[in-house]
Nanobody, 119 residues
Framework: QVQLVESGGGLVQAGGSLRLSCAAS????????MGWFRRAPGKEREFVAR????????YYADSVKGRFTISRDNAKNTVYLQMNSLKPEDTAVYFC????????????WGQGTQVTVSS
């Protein structure tokens, strides 16, 4: 069982930056692919970024590529999402999620943290 707790959300002006953190419990954090997702008001949840267990490979949604950076610190059981050049359309609840190596779905989810970008 893995528990995930996000933090770092808040209100920021367009063009600003925020860094989200997701702290994971458990001793096998390094065996999980970690992802960030978001759900904007009235929209479906969408993929934002993911980072493989070793931390060497990352993937991004086209909408955030070049502005967001996902990283992880396996010694701290934490994954981060650095968000720069934020836009009002980035406003959403952001969730982190964990997928065990070899798994085909994210089995563990955090409770989410609100990010609001004002214009």
């Amino acid at each position: 069982q893995v528990q995930l707790v996000e933090s770092g959300g808040g209100l920021v002006q367009a063009g600003g930056s925020l860094r989200l953190s997701c702290a994971a419990s458990g001793r096998t954090f390094s065996s999980y692919t970690m992802g960030w997702f978001r759900r904007a008001p009235g929209k479906e949840r969408e993929f934002v970024a993911r980072i493989m267990a070793s931390g060497g490979i990352t993937y991004y949604a086209d909408s955030v590529k070049g502005r967001f950076t996902i990283s992880r610190d396996n010694a701290k059981n934490t994954v981060y999402l650095q968000m720069n050049s934020l836009k009002p359309e980035d406003t959403a609840v952001y969730f982190c999620a964990g997928r065990y190596i070899g798994g085909n779905s994210y089995a563990y989810w955090g409770q989410g943290t609100q990010v609001t970008v004002s214009s």
